[in-house]
């Protein structure tokens, strides 16, 4: 079988790839990606010169490019992570999240439509379902829960979506959803709060909360989604959505402390910033249906994940160091300088 993944020099994309490649030595696995500032090959440089393993760099949304790829190459399943993936520069910037993420994935699917594929799977996320209120433990996103979207960054993902299940109904494309919890792992860029705080506070640096620290994420071990996004492709039956999740669920605030905890540094590096625009409050997954149907089950739970993500961090300095010293200090300035400053 010949897999194109799309993003896959991103967080979860570069994850899921060193997982293919090593899982299944029998299908050749092509990593599509543009290399924005959140694509890295140091991220896939385990597999690099594995011989099912091979890089191409495209814009998903460059018709053109994308339709001579499918041409070539004639792929038999797509699986597309490349997405714009931070809420905050949604926020700031929206219009390449709608070019990405709505565009990009309009374009793949009629490549497929064009060339015909065994399966397109579209990785998206806990936010198309909107958020839950902190005082309902009991409630929880199911796959049949409304889509009710509060970012630019959500919307844009919710629009996708709807498009590949439009594909699905309108042309019979074969296609499959999985839509994940707040991941954490290796290889996770430092704009996002696990990674921004472990490496901040290995810097001794200032920590931002937003608010009051007080929002809940369901936290899940990346290569568990991993797991789960190559069960859903190769099990998973055509038309439906996945949820994924493991019932890690803890506020923010108890995120910060528990790294802080772990490393030995002060919670007076916590520093309470004004709050994210439309900060969505809850998420909480029942992943029930993946669970039940295609027996999948995660690995770690938030305790055992962590202590081997900071380790990480802490043995792949350079990876992230490289990272926090370049371009991303602006981004850090303009994101947090004055939030900080009157905090
Ligand atoms: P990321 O930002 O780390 O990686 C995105 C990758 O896509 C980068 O390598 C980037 O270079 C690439 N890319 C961006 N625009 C592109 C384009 N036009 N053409 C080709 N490649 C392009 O993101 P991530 O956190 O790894 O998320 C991957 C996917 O998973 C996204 O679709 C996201 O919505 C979804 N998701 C993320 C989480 C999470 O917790 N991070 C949870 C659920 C779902
Ligand atoms: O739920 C899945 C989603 O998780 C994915 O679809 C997104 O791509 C991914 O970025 C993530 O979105 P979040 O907005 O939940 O992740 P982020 O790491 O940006 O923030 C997690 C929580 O921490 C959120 O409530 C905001 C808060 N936060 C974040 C940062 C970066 C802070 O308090 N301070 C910070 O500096």
Redesign the pocket.
């Known amino acids: 079988m010949k897999m194109i993944v ?2 896959g ?5 570069s994850n899921f790839v060193q997982y293919e490649v090593k899982n299944h030595p029998e299908d050749e696995i092509i990593n ?5 500032y ?2 890295n090959l140091e991220s896939v440089k385990p597999v690099e010169n594995a011989p099912n393993y091979r890089f191409v760099r ?4 460059d018709r053109e490019f994308i339709f001579r790829l499918f041409e070539e190459e004639k792929p038999d399943v797509i699986v597309n ?5 931070h809420v905050d520069r949604s926020i700031t910037d929206p219009e390449i999240f709608v070019r ?1 993420n709505v565009v ?1 994935t309009t374009t793949l699917l009629d490549a497929c439509r064009k060339y015909g594929i065994k399966r397109y799977h579209q ?3 806990d936010e198309v379902y909107g958020d839950l209120p902190l005082d309902r433990p009991d409630l929880f996103f199911t796959e049949e829960t409304p889509l009710h979207t509060s970012s630019p960054y959500s919307s844009a ?1 919710a629009s996708a979506d709807l498009f590949v299940m439009a594909y699905h109904r309108t042309y019979g494309l074969p296609v499959t959803i999985s839509r ?1 919890s ?2 954490y792992g290796p290889y996770h ?1 430092p704009e996002k709060l696990i990674p921004l705080v472990i490496s901040r506070a290995l810097n001794d640096e200032e920590i931002p909360v937003y608010g009051k620290g007080e929002n809940v994420r369901d936290w899940l071990y990346v290569t568990d989604h991993c797991s789960a996004i190559d069960l859903v492709v190769r099990k998973g039956r055509e038309g439906e959505v996945y949820n994924i999740g493991g019932h890690n669920e803890r506020t923010n605030l108890d995120v910060v402390k528990t790294i802080l905890k772990a490393l030995n540094k002060p919670e007076s590096l916590i520093k309470y910033v004004t709050d994210r625009p439309g900060h969505d409050l809850r998420y909480a997954m029942d992943p029930t249906k993946i669970e039940t149907e295609l027996g999948w089950k995660p690995e770690y739970t938030f305790d055992t994940g962590i202590p081997v993500t900071i380790q990480w961090y802490l043995d792949n300095k350079e990876w992230w160091e490289h990272i926090v010293n370049g371009e991303y200090t602006k981004y850090f300035d303009n994101m947090y300088g004055k939030r900080l400053e009157n905090a």
């Open positions: 799309t993003g020099a991103g967080f979860i994309g599509l990606d543009l290399l924005t959140a694509g495209g814009d998903i949304a992570f490349a997405a714009e993936s990405t990009g990785v998206s996320t993902k994940c707040n991941n860029f």
